[in-house]
Each structure stands twice: as C-alpha cells, then as structure tokens.
C-alpha cells in the first residue's frame, strides 16, 4: 500500500509563530486530505485538497500530487492550534501518516 | 444535526469478553467506516460499508465483525477481545464515496485486561 511520511514529527512553536508541515506519499493518489486531531481526541477535516492550494482563514494547504507531496501552513499560531496534525492520502484506500505533534505555547 | 456519535465513550473488558460499539449517523451519509488509533500511530482502517447491506475489510480487520442494517448505524462487533485490541476507536462517515470528506465521530477507548 501507499507509505505516508510526515514532518516533523514534533514541532513546539510560541503563539504568533508560522509553521510548515510536510507530507509525502510513496504512490500516485485520487486526494488528500488534511486533519486536526485536537488535546481531546477529536479529528477535524481541514482540508480536501488533492492538488493546488486552498486557504480557510489562517490555514492553507497545497498539494503537489505530480511530486507527491502536500504542505500545510499555519499562520500566526494561537494555542488552540495545538494538537496532532494527519494526512491522508486516498490510494487504496484513506492512508494516515503518524502525524506532526503541534503544541504552541503561550 | 448530530453528525457522527459513538457510544459507549469509554470501555474496559477483559479478555474474551465481547461486545459492541455503536456509531450512528445522521447526515445520510452512504460510505461509513472503523479506524483504530494506537500511541503514536495514525489511523487505520478496519471495516468499512458503501451502503446499507454492504461491507468490505480494512487493513486490520481480524477479531473484528461489522454489519450495516440501515444507512445510519454502523456497529463494530468485538468476538472475543484480546489486550492487542486495546486502542482508541473511531467511526467516519462520508456522503457517497471514501475520496470524499470525511467526518469522524469522537471515539471510545477500549481498554482490555
């Protein structure tokens, strides 16, 4: 099946801060989409976006499916973007990385 | 509209034990699935149904049974529960196909002894 790397892994950033999440994926995909899993356990759908870019207030994504990659920016953090970050590709079947762990302190 | 829920939120059995976990939805949504969550790992996909009377396995399906009766309910049916089962459960929904959005219902923990 289709192998989803993402990075980094861990990222701890102070509120205002911008930040850049990465997501490549082994195979060529029909989507992508975008996840915030937040302190409580709860999974948001950001984002569907199997190529170009899209942008929901401070959030925009951009995927390169012909690169096979798919970027995620958070602008001027605030400490409820704290959580974990997944990407999901669809190649079989919807692929989780193991996410970016996003904790922004005040 | 109550989107995805599941119940029961919180779960410990021992092993062997059986039981049920319930999602419903109520968006009628046709394409419904199971995930399961373990420390540091993404999600991954146990069953999933198309559409009323229609399921098909996931990547990690053994020890698992689903059924889907109606186009709401989508229960996940443990057999005869071992420690590796213990993790964290989630149940999705999308309006027709698994490409589209997908909304996840907010879990039940399981724990086995």
């Known amino acids: 099946g289709i192998q989803v790397e993402q990075s980094p892994p861990d990222l701890i950033l102070q509120e205002g801060a911008n930040s850049t999440l990465r997501c490549n994926f082994s195979?060529?995909?029909?989507?992508l989409q975008w996840f915030h899993q937040n302190p409580w356990g709860q999974l948001i759908n950001l984002f569907y976006?199997?190529?170009g870019t899209k942008q929901n207030g401070r959030l925009s994504a951009t995927t390169v499916a012909t690169e096979r990659y798919s970027l995620l920016y958070i602008s001027s953090s605030q400490t409820t973007d704290s959580g974990v970050y997944f990407c999901?590709?669809?190649?079989?079947?919807?692929?989780f990385g193991k996410g970016t762990h996003l904790i922004i302190q005040p | 509209n109550a989107g995805v829920t599941q119940t029961p939120k919180f779960q410990v059995l021992k092993t062997g034990q059986s039981m049920t976990l319930q999602c419903a939805q109520d968006?009628?949504?046709?394409?419904m699935s199971w995930y399961r969550q373990d420390p540091g790992m993404g999600l991954r996909l146990i069953h999933y149904s198309v559409g009323a009377g229609i399921t098909d396995q996931g990547e990690v399906p053994n020890g698992y049974n689903v059924s889907r009766s109606t186009t709401e309910d989508f229960p996940l049916r443990l057999l005869s529960a071992a420690p590796s089962q213990t993790s964290v459960y989630f149940c999705?929904?999308?309006?027709?196909?698994?490409?589209?959005?997908?909304?996840f219902g907010p879990g039940t923990r399981l724990t086995v002894l």
């Open positions: 999705a929904s999308s309006l027709g196909l698994p490409t589209d959005t997908q909304y």
């Open positions: 968006m009628n949504h046709e394409y």
């Open positions: 976006i199997p190529s």
């Open positions: 999901a590709p669809f190649g079989d079947g919807l692929t």
């Open positions: 195979d060529s995909v029909n989507n």
